[in-house]
Structure formats: structure tokens, C-alpha cells
């Protein structure tokens, strides 16, 4: 049933992803109703299918997004950080979107996680970055989430994670944040960890990775979650795809689990 959600509307589309099950909580509800795909999709934005946006990338479709997006609920949500045992904890979300195409879901994450949280958008080449932004400013809400610097989009190695800093405070509106850079002077993300100035609640990752990175792992804070598509390594070649949900503890145990096959594109660095 999972594309069979097309809708005329924005409206209609999330109706017909609650009936089908693929949105199940008020949150998300909430939250695509909020978010108009017809600023992200190029076209049909109402159809329940990925589409390409230029530059080998798509936007996935509505089903995926509403499932990675049920998926990350307990780590966005703001009322009930995972580490506080359902209080607050003084603490905003940390979340990390890499291969944000179009923005679409990197929005969603936005209007789920509250005014206090910080959502970061990393993408492999600048135009990507560009679009993202682009699209993002189609909405009143879209440009104050920009403008507050509530939602950053970078550009960098997403596989290496993502150094951003904790509060809004320390990097007020969007590019002032020192950019890092390897060898050959491209953006990456440095080096991170799972400490609350530098991890992150919810990782999600829009495109397919040829291994679940261990970088990722380790900026997952304690605890943390993390949604991957991820080759199959063990599929003689086929090109199997799977989704994982990666889960850390507050003790700092990790649990890897493989749910479902799919298709996305490769996770990948800047062409050169």
C-alpha cells in the first residue's frame, strides 16, 4: 500500500499516508501537513514516488520520508529527550540530514524537533546545498527557520558525520561556522563525538551507503538514533539495498538492526 498514497493536495497526500499506515503518530501528522512538498518536488509533488532533481539526486518519496520520519520520532520530538526519562533536558535537538536533496525532509525534522533544536542539512556538492536553501525559502516558515539559524545546510563528506556547533548562540544565522577542509580544500566534517556539544539525537541518511559507516555511529548521542539505507554486503554484488536503524544507548550500547530492501541513490562524494 505504501505507493498507492498519491493525493491531489498536500492534504489528501498525508491522508492517504495515515490510511495506509505509513504515518501513524498526531507528530507527523502534524508536521507534513505543515510542510508543502510542492516547494520540494519539481513536479507531481503529490504523487508517492521519488523523483529526480538534478544533479544525479532525487527526492525520495512520501512513504519513505514518512517512515524515516516515524522512525526518529523519540529523537526529535522536544518534550521527551531519550536522556531525560521523558523531561525536559535543557538541551536542544542535534539533528543531522545527510544527503538533504531537496530540503523536504530536512523541514519535516525541523517542524518536529522545536524552537530550541538545531537541524543541519549536509550535501555533496554546493548546488545541492543551494537548492535546499532555495526551496526552503518558498515558505514564510521555511525562510524564519533559515534566518534563526534553526536550520543550517552545508556542504561536506556526510559519510565522515558532520562538526556543527551546539546552540544557536555560538553560530547565529547561517555560514558562520569556520568551514573545515581536507587536502584538496573540499568541506568536510571533521571529526565528532557523542558528547551533547557535538553528537547528534537522530542521524538520518537520504542516500545509500556502501557500509554503515562506524563514523556515524560514533556521533550518535547517548542515546541516539540513526536511519541508513545500506548496500548489502553480503548480496554477491546485486545491488540489494536495506534499511538499518541504528540504536545507541544511554549507556553507550549499540544495537544494528536490518528492517527492509530499497532504492536509493549512492551515497557518494563530490565529482572532481
Known sequence: MAWRSSGSSNKA???????NRMITSDAVKSAFLAVDRAHYAPRSPYEDSP????HRATIS???????????????????THASSGGKSSGSGRRVLDIGSGSGYLTHIFAALAGEDAVVVGVEHI???RALGEENMSK????????????????VGDGRKGWVEPETLAEASGRGNVPDLKDAEGRNVGGKADESEAQGWDAIHVGAAAVTLHEELVKQLRRPGRMFIPVEDEEGG????????????????????ER?????????TDAPR
Do not use: C, T
Not at 523523483?51 to 538534478?54: A, E, F, L, N, Y
Not at 539495498?241 to 549499540?254: A, F, M
Not at 528492517?259 to 551515497?267: A, E, I, S
Open 237 to 256: 554484488g546485486g545491488g540489494n539495498q536495506y534499511i538499518w536503524v541504528v540504536d545507541k544507548d544511554k549507556e553507550g550500547e549499540v544495537r544494528k
Open 13 to 19: 497526500l498525508v491522508e492517504n499516508l495515515v490510511r
Open 51 to 54: 523523483q529526480g532533481i538534478g
Open 61 to 79: 518519496a512520501p512513504h519513505m520520508h514518512a517512515n524515516a520520519a516515524e522512525s526518529l520520532l523519540p529523537y526529535l520530538l522536544p518534550s
Open 259 to 267: 528492517l527492509y530492501g530499497v532504492r536509493y541513490v549512492p551515497l
Open 126 to 128: 554546493d548546488a545541492l
Open 139 to 154: 515558505s514564510s516558515e521555511g525562510r524564519a527557520l533559515l534566518a534563526s539559524g534553526r536550520v543550517r545546510f552545508r
